[in-house]
């Protein structure tokens, strides 16, 4: 796999894709992952979310081969993360790195490199990679949670991996940090890598995945792209008319659901495009016609609540065998 920080810019979008299969995991009588399916492609960021207590951290436990399935697989290029021969050169992650509050960070990721073959050149390259430049020979106890990320993030990187495992890799991090993240994954995707990042807010990743995978109580509720995702909001346009009178009887006749906004109405259900011709055929004139952005975290919240039933997905766009 090409480097991130090589010089070489060229890439091979062969990275292994990542299949969860069935996946359970029973913890005392109850399921913390339940019958979970999903698939990861390469060439993409792909977002693992859902609400705490969902199962993501217990999901890739097993597929980190830090946890054994009740049933089910987890796999990366199709075998089990313990049948890699050398996985720490096949997937990165940032899960349980092991620091040692009294080591420096650079100690700290010398410790991991051995495994990963490669040397203190690869440290460095890091170090200056995730931000940690000046900070690396300082003790990883007195690094703020930020530091700790990109601590993580570097160690994840370390024998160059196809595939990057992240769980919460923004919990910490301050703005500027988040940006720096988002444009690092990109690039990792960019360079064909397959990229699984989880979070417990779609808002804190909407501007940086493909693909979702939404999890609550161990279950999948929806696998897609992004962008169809947001053809699960509903719709709703802003409308207002110098004529309130005359816009009032079009909504009664239309039967549109509507609540009062600024100077205005919100219609809730129907598009822009529909309101428009009806206000034009009844002779309504409009000072107003646009459509409410797509809102998805409402949808986020709507798929993840608790009295939600999992939603009519699509084959996931994302799956790759
Ligand atoms: N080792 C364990 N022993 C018992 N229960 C566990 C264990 N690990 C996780 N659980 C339970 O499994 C469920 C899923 O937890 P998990 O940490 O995987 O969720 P999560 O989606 O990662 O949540 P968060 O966003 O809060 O990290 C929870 O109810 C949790 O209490």
């Not at 090409?2 to 069935?22: C, F, G, L, W, Y």
């Not at 992240?166 to 444009?183: C, F, K, S, T, Y």
Request: net charge neutral; aromatic share 4%.
């Amino acid at each position: 796999m090409t480097s991130t920080t090589s010089t070489s810019t060229t890439s091979t979008p062969s990275a292994p894709a990542i299949e969860v299969e069935a996946l359970t995991k029973v913890y005392g009588g109850l399921p913390a992952v339940d019958g979970l399916s999903f698939t990861v492609r390469p060439g993409a960021v792909t977002g693992f979310l859902g609400p705490n207590g969902a199962g993501k951290t217990t999901t890739i436990r097993m597929l980190l081969g830090l946890a054994e399935p009740t049933a089910g697989r987890a796999l990366i290029g199709g075998r089990t993360y313990r049948e890699h021969r050398r996985p720490a050169t096949v997937v990165g992650s940032s899960l349980e790195p092991g620091f040692h509050p009294g080591r420096s960070g650079m100690d700290h990721l010398r410790s991991f490199a051995a495994p990963c073959g490669v040397g203190a050149a690869r440290c460095r390259e890091l170090v200056a990679l995730v931000g940690l430049e000046g900070a690396e020979h300082r003790r990883v106890g007195g690094y703020s949670m930020g530091m700790r990320q990109r601590l993580g993030l570097a160690t994840a990187l370390l024998g160059d991996p196809p595939v990057i495992v992240l769980d919460e890799p923004a919990n910490g991090l301050d703005p500027q940090g988040i940006v720096w993240l988002r444009h690092l994954l990109r690039q990792f995707a960019a360079e064909g890598r397959t990229v699984l990042v989880s979070s417990h807010a779609l808002r804190e990743v909407q501007h940086t995945v493909d693909d979702v995978v939404i999890v609550a109580r161990g279950r999948l509720v929806h696998a897609s792209s992004l962008a169809s995702l947001a053809d699960l909001a509903a719709v709703a346009t802003y409308v207002s008319s110098p004529d309130g009178a005359a816009l009032g009887r079009l909504v009664a006749h239309q039967a549109w659901r509507v609540a009062p906004h600024e100077s205005g109405l919100l219609v809730h259900d129907v598009a822009a495009a529909q309101v428009g011709d009806a206000a034009f055929a009844a002779g309504v004139p409009l000072h107003r016609l646009e459509p409410r952005d797509v809102d998805l975290e409402e949808v986020f919240l709507r798929l993840t609540s608790p009295t939600s039933a999992p939603s009519a997905t699509a084959p996931h766009p994302a799956a790759v065998r």
